[in-house]
């Protein structure tokens, strides 16, 4: 059983380094200064104010 839970978690670790390698770039860090938060982009809404 233990070495099925060990596999498992491989498995995870595995998919986990793939979709972070494949992902095109976070949104949480923005080169503009401004990052989405609870749904609400700061750099949305300045532009509409602007």
């Not at 390698?21 to 602007?50: L, N, R, T, W």
């Amino acid at each position: 059983m233990g070495k099925t839970i060990g596999s498992a978690f491989a498995f995870a670790i595995v998919v986990i380094l793939a979709a972070s390698a494949f992902a095109p770039g976070s949104v949480a860090h923005s080169s503009k200064g401004c990052s989405p938060a609870y749904g609400v982009d700061p750099c949305a809404i300045q532009a509409m104010s602007e």
